[in-house]
């Protein structure tokens, strides 16, 4: 072989050596590109995966969850938060224009000015409560939380906010106070009425006067009854109200018999008022499923407020009781005395609350309980209490009871 022809083998050789690597380098590039498709692909499924994944988390919280970036745009918002603000458009909206109370974003805005992290309580009337004319539960209550992210794969600072309602927690707050305060009052008033006639006693050396004293320590006596059944009366609700209602000691009781025994105890009040009491039902036997102690309450208080709210002759009581269709049962006390005013119906069944525009409330014994204990020993049985009143004609008290509350025979 001549030098040309070995130049020339070795240049083909050197062609077909790089073709082949061209080659296999394309193949390479092709396979790598494809791996590099199938790993975005992967990190596109696993980053939308995660992103579920943390949606499917934030909309199972109860609480509005909120990202606000640094220009107070809203970023990202859960399921509980479209619905806190009645399904209204979120993301991408300024918050100044979602909140409807400013009062609801200052915490918010404190944390994108400063970067600190702030907690709030706002409670708002019912017509700026960011659920908007969603809202009926009139004064609302909420607890907002800030706080700045620290990692986010932007790097641009991003706030967390976490919106919780407290309107049930403020409003059993509210009617604690209102009960305290309300029972403080109650109670200091016959308190300063008996430090009066004792200091009046002890100052004046009226205590010698053996007909005055006697005189004053009556009155006393009356006043510290007052001061017993106020205490009494706050025991039997605040034990209603503390979930020990689920504790109820339930037996089968005749209802009639319950009823009898309450008569009896206000057989004195009956006569002295020379009252009439009808007992009415198409079902004397009838059986209830509940805590005797409870009912004999209730029954006591309703008949004797129809008795000491009606101190005219002619009163005429009507004590009844039915089984119902749908095997729960009916009760019912109803007066022809002097009624209550329409304007008061709504609230007679709140605690310490009493009529007081047709009679006069100095002569007629009462706490302002009796209605409220009788309300909530009936919820603690499952049924129900209403009424009805036409002054002078009738006032009536309606029991609703469930099924489990009667005893089948
Ligand atoms: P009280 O201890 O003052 O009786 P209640 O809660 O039992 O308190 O009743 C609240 C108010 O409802 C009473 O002060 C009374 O004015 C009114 N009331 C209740 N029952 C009757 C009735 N049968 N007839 C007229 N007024 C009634």
Same mark, same amino acid.
């Given at each position: 072989m001549n030098p040309h022809d070995s130049v020339t083998a070795a240049l083909a050789f050197l062609a %077909? &050596?790089? &073709?082949?690597?061209?080659? $296999?380098? $394309? $193949? *390479? +590039? +092709? /396979?790598? /590109?494809? /791996? %590099?498709? !199938?790993?975005k692909l992967r990190l596109e499924i696993d980053f939308q995966q995660a992103r579920q994944e943390r949606d499917r988390l934030l909309d199972a919280l109860n609480d509005a969850f909120l990202l606000v970036d640094a220009r107070s745009i809203i970023r990202f918002a859960n399921r509980a938060a479209y619905d806190l603000f009645d399904g209204r458009e979120l993301v991408g909206r300024e918050v100044r224009e979602v909140f409807l109370d400013p009062r609801?974003? *200052? !915490?918010?805005? =404190?944390?994108?000015?400063?970067?600190e992290a702030l907690q709030s309580r706002v409670v708002l009337p019912q017509q700026t409560s960011p659920r908007g004319d969603a809202e009926n539960r009139g004064t609302n209550a909420w607890i907002v939380n800030a706080a700045p992210l620290s990692d986010t794969p932007d790097g641009d600072p991003t706030v967390r906010v976490i919106i919780r309602d407290v309107t049930s927690e403020h409003h059993t707050e509210q009617i604690r106070k209102d009960f305290v305060a309300n029972a403080s009052h109650e109670l200091r008033t016959p308190l300063a009425i008996i430090q009066g006639y004792l200091e009046n006693l002890l100052d004046g050396d009226l205590i010698e006067d053996h007909e005055v004293s006697r005189r004053f320590l009556t009155i006393m006596g009356k006043h510290t009854e007052r001061i017993t059944r106020i205490v009494e009366d706050m025991l039997v609700i605040s034990r209603l109200e503390s979930g020990e209602a689920a504790a109820l000691k339930t037996e089968p009781f005749r209802i009639r018999s319950c009823i009898n025994d309450v008569l009896e105890r206000l057989e004195s009040v009956i006569h002295a008022r020379h009252a009439e009491v009808v007992i009415a039902s198409n079902t004397p036997d009838l059986r209830l499923h509940g805590d005797r102690f409870y009912w004999t309450q209730v029954l006591f208080n309703l008949i004797e407020n129809a008795l000491k709210q009606n101190p005219h002759r002619g009163l005429r009581i009507e004590v009844g009781y039915e089984r119902e269709d749908n095997d729960g049962a009916r009760l019912w006390i109803a007066d022809n005395g002097v009624g209550i005013p329409s304007a008061d119906l709504p609230h007679i069944f709140r605690r310490f609350y009493r009529v007081e525009? =047709?009679?006069?409330?100095? *002569? %007629?014994? &009462?706490?302002?309980?009796?209605l409220s204990i009788v309300k909530r020993a009936i919820e603690a049985h499952g049924g129900r209490i209403g009424v009805t009143s036409v002054p002078g004609q009738e006032t009536r008290f309606t029991i609703e009871l469930p099924a489990s509350s009667v005893v089948v025979n």
């Open positions: %077909i &050596g790089l &073709g082949w690597l061209v080659l $296999r380098l $394309r $193949r *390479e +590039k +092709k /396979e790598f /590109e494809s /791996e %590099i498709r !199938a790993w609801m974003s *200052e !915490a918010l805005l =404190h944390c994108i000015d400063t970067g525009k =047709h009679h006069s409330q100095q *002569e %007629i014994k &009462g706490t302002g309980l009796g």
